[in-house]
């Protein structure tokens, strides 16, 4: 079966507009998780859900940043008014029921913010 | 403050040499530690995955180790392959968040 797919693998975008990143975890996966990337660095954490809701939203780093799974599928990470430092890597991953099953990596949207 | 923290940063051996990377962590309760491998330009994928009674496993020629009273665990590769090159990445989880701990990794370089 197919594993996580994230579109786009790429978006470069004007600083101050609005992106959206869309994840489609494996089919059957209840959690879903996305992270971000910077370069060198571990994938750090932004937002857990379980099923439809966020189950842990505490790695957002402000309140341009949002994310949602309406059916508990496909996941869309919206973030407004980019800023530079937006730019990153974001990663999104799912498994079966919870942190304690294997995670499976997406390949990433990687967002440049000019 | 729950950390993970991984050694070396960075490490380049020759193809068929063996080569063993680090992880410490102070997450507290310990879940679970995982190491990932992740490719250029790739998500990570996962490797092994040990609770806390586990101190060893192996998935072909990675072998993960786990003591969980001095809070480390190490990866092994045997015989490394071209393809080892990638960044290893230890993870660990805490049975109070479902949140995962990244280390910041390794960066593997293997030549010919």
């Known amino acids: 079966g197919a594993g996580v797919s994230q579109t786009p693998s790429n978006k470069v975008t004007e600083k101050g507009k609005y992106v959206e990143l869309r994840c489609d975890p494996i089919?059957?996966?209840?959690?879903l998780y996305w992270y971000r990337q910077s370069l060198g660095q571990g994938p750090e954490f932004l937002i857990y859900?379980?099923?439809?809701?966020?189950?842990?939203d505490s790695g957002l780093p402000n309140d341009r940043f949002f994310a949602v799974r309406p059916e508990g599928s496909v996941s869309t990470l919206k973030i407004q008014r980019t800023e530079r430092g937006d730019s990153a890597v974001y990663l999104c991953?799912?498994?079966?029921?919870?942190?304690?099953?294997?995670?499976?990596f997406g390949p990433g949207t990687r967002l440049t913010v000019l | 403050k729950n950390q993970v923290e991984q050694s070396p940063q960075s490490l380049i051996i020759l193809e068929g040499k063996n080569c063993t990377l680090q992880?410490?962590?102070?997450?507290?309760?310990?879940?679970?530690l995982r190491w990932y491998k992740q490719d250029t330009g790739r998500g990570p994928v996962s490797l092994t995955i040990m609770t806390f009674s586990e101190n060893t496993k192996s998935n072909g020629r990675y072998t993960a180790t786990l003591d969980a009273d001095t809070k480390q665990s190490s990866l092994h590769i045997t015989a490394s392959q071209l393809s080892d090159s990638a960044s290893y990445i230890c993870v660990v989880s805490s049975y109070n968040t479902d949140k995962l701990i990244f280390g910041t990794g390794t960066r593997l370089q293997v030549f010919p």
């Open positions: 859900f379980q099923g439809t809701g966020a189950a842990d």
């Open positions: 991953a799912s498994s079966y029921q919870g942190s304690t099953d294997t995670q499976y």
């Open positions: 089919s059957g996966h209840t959690a």
């Open positions: 992880c410490n962590y102070t997450v507290s309760p310990f879940s679970n």
